[in-house]
């Protein structure tokens, strides 16, 4: 299935394990497993959920997600009752009726037909209606789409505290301010920033053993982060935020492990 192999490829892109991931998010390490390897259907806050820890952009992952589930719910296979044939009129002059009474007996076998057929197709569609997901093609009702869930903090009370776990990273609500800046020990850095939230942290990947960053904004205290270990150097870390309700002012520094040689840059 294609929506597995992307979701495996956007694991693997975070570098993290089942384990970590279920951590991470709202989903136990099993159901990962079943998600990645197309066991089970997804529910499409985990593929959101998977591209925001990714920092990628979830449109094409909710392309295939949608594919995907037309095909579990069973939409794209939906297939029309049969209609029984009508009943054979009896052939003239049969129990003595011709002419006009004959008629008359042909349109009341027609009439019981067609009201047989009826009911047939309400006792066959009605168990379907009772499981079924409706079409989303032409919807009678179409409901509203699911609001966002309200973030964790904003401004100042989002001082020191996780983006994903307040919410404040999930796609749509956060950007990268300026270019991705690599390090002299080729470290990725860069600021992140959320509106919604108020607040802005640092991202830093492709680190090493003992790297630093740090993020700052006016008026609140720095937050920072250490790489302490190889399980951390092939993922994407983060600080915890500062609040910040503009984008202007805001610094992150690294410091290559060692201490000496850091580089700062500004939104």
């Known amino acids: 299935m294609a ?10 892109r975070t570098g993290l394990s ?5 951590e991470r ?26 591209c925001a820890i990714a920092g ?6 909710l392309a295939l997600w949608e594919l995907a589930d037309a095909e579990w719910s069973g939409r794209a296979r939906q297939t029309r009752p049969a209609v029984p044939p009508l009943p054979a009129p009896a052939p003239a002059g049969a129990g003595g009726t ?3 009474d004959g008629r008359a007996r042909r349109r009341r076998l027609f009439r019981v037909g067609v009201g047989a057929a009826a009911l ?18 032409q919807p009678t009702n179409p409901a509203s789409p699911a609001p966002d869930p309200a973030p964790g903090c904003q401004g100042k009370a989002c ?36 509106e919604v939230c108020a607040a802005a942290w640092g991202r830093i990947w492709h680190a090493r053993i003992g790297d630093t960053i740090e993020i700052s904004a006016p008026g ?30 805001l610094r992150l520094c690294f410091v290559p492990a060692g201490g000496t040689g850091e580089e700062c840059f500004d939104s």
């Open 3 to 12: 929506l597995a192999e992307s979701l495996r490829e956007m694991r693997a």
């Open 18 to 22: 089942l384990a970590a991931l279920a």
């Open 25 to 50: 998010t709202a989903y136990s390490k099993s159901s990962w497993e079943r998600y990645v390897n197309g066991k089970k259907p997804v529910p499409r806050q985990a593929v959101e959920a998977l």
């Open 56 to 61: 990628e952009s979830p449109g094409r992952l």
């Open 98 to 100: 011709t002419g006009a």
């Open 120 to 137: 047939v197709a309400a006792a066959v569609t009605a168990p379907v209606w009772g499981w079924s997901r409706p079409s989303t093609e």
């Open 159 to 194: 001082d020191g505290k996780d983006p994903d776990a307040m919410l404040c990273g999930l796609p749509g609500r956060v950007d990268s301010l300026g270019p991705q800046h690599r390090t002299g020990t080729g470290a990725g850095v860069e600021i992140r920033y959320s």
């Open 220 to 249: 609140t205290r720095p937050r920072g982060i250490v790489v302490r270990d190889t399980a951390d150097t092939g993922v994407y870390r983060f600080t915890p935020m500062v609040g910040a309700r503009d984008r202007t002012g």
